[in-house]
């Protein structure tokens, strides 16, 4: 069967630090690959989306980057955090065939 | 954009009374899904509804679409106290479409 894991699970960063959460998918081969952001009693954001290695879109302009250097390895960075990245961040996949999302526990980001 | 929005934003009922929730969304879609998120976890996908479908069960799930109003209704029959969570409505605008845009959810509590 197919898991998903998303580290760490909590994080507590400095302002103007670095940022490099990781996501990674067993079970499956070539997933779509995304990032969510959810702030606090909002919806989901997309932040990245994934189809292939090394292809990677971005839907919300900022400081954050997102690669993919394996076929189920998902990472998000930034060189810089702002106070505005504190939140709640999802990994999951989906077949290539749109079928529904799976998703990872999640990082509790906090940027102080 | 969040394109679907979930009513009411929160939902108190008893044990074993029936819940209902109901979301919007604003352009044509490909699919609707509904997903649940136990606090500070993942989300888990429950149902997914084809814009050709109007009714949809698993289970104590009962998902209805209706696209000339562009609306959809989640209800849970017989509710659980480990119903508990919030819900979330996604829609999907194209078939090729990456994009699952989610609303800000319903959070449900079931009183034991």
């Known amino acids: 069967s197919q898991t998903i894991h998303q580290w760490p699970a909590t994080l507590v960063q400095p302002v103007g630090s670095p940022l490099s959460l990781e996501c990674t998918v067993e079970?499956?081969?070539?997933?779509?690959l995304y990032w969510y952001r959810q702030a606090a009693g909002r919806g989901l954001q997309l932040l990245f989306y994934?189809?292939?290695?090394?292809?990677i879109s971005s839907e919300v302009p900022q400081n954050l980057s997102a690669s993919r250097p394996q076929d189920r390895q998902f990472i998000l960075s930034s060189k810089k955090l702002l106070l505005s990245d504190s939140g709640f961040y999802l990994c999951?996949?989906?077949?290539?065939?749109?079928?529904?999302?799976?998703f990872g526990n999640g990082t509790r980001l906090t940027v102080t | 954009s969040q394109q679907g929005e979930e009513d009411p934003q929160a939902l108190s009922i008893q044990e074993g009374e029936n819940a209902t929730m109901n979301c919007s969304y604003k352009?044509?879609?490909?699919?609707l899904q509904w997903y649940r998120q136990n606090s500070g976890r993942g989300l888990v996908h429950l149902i997914l509804?084809?814009?050709?479908?109007r009714e949809k069960h698993s289970g104590r799930l009962r998902v209805t679409l209706d696209t000339s109003k562009k609306s959809s209704s989640l209800l849970i029959t017989a509710s659980r106290a480990a119903d508990t969570a919030s819900y979330f409505c996604?829609?999907?605008?194209?078939?090729?479409?990456?994009?699952?845009?989610f609303g800000k959810g319903t959070k449900l509590s079931v009183i034991p």
């Open positions: 999951a996949w989906s077949g290539q065939d749109n079928s529904p999302l799976h």
């Open positions: 079970g499956t081969s070539n997933p779509n």
């Open positions: 994934s189809v292939g290695i090394g292809q």
């Open positions: 352009t044509s879609i490909n699919n």
């Open positions: 509804i084809r814009s050709n479908e």
């Open positions: 996604a829609s999907r605008s194209g078939a090729g479409s990456y994009q699952l845009t």
